[in-house]
């Protein structure tokens, strides 16, 4: 599907643009000690289960992966695995943004790499 073909999202920029800092600065975190680091953005229409359009975001990296340890909290706030520099908040505020937009986040993640996926709700005439 073409870029042109995506429907449009209705979101707060300024916040979002700090989801997308935020995921794009934890994944290269996670890469510093990959050979060939490779950072993905992939954007696709999917439907939630009452069929509404949806895009998601998906952003990869070929990184560590995150510890099972922290999976479960890992949107928690002050959760961290960079104890040196990180203060545990990125991916609390980030899943902060992403729902005060009506979108929902969520991750996989195995050794070799992690996937966050951004679902945002279309926009539709009349909102």
Do not use: W
């Amino acid at each position: 599907m073409a870029e042109s073909e995506l429907p449009r999202v209705k979101l707060d920029q300024r916040s979002f643009e700090r989801v997308i800092t935020n995921l794009f600065g934890n994944a290269l975190e996670a890469m510093q000690k990959t050979e060939n680091p490779c950072l993905g953005v992939k954007i696709s229409l999917c439907s939630d289960s009452t069929e509404h359009q949806q895009i998601q975001i998906a952003i990869s990296d070929n990184g560590s992966g995150i510890p099972e340890d922290m999976k479960p909290m890992l949107f928690t706030s002050f959760v961290t695995s960079n104890k040196a520099t990180g203060t545990g908040l990125g991916l609390a505020i980030t899943k902060r943004i992403v729902t005060a937009n009506r979108g929902s986040i969520s991750f996989e993640s195995v050794p070799g790499g992690t996937v966050f996926f951004i679902k945002l709700p279309a926009y539709e005439e009349g909102e």
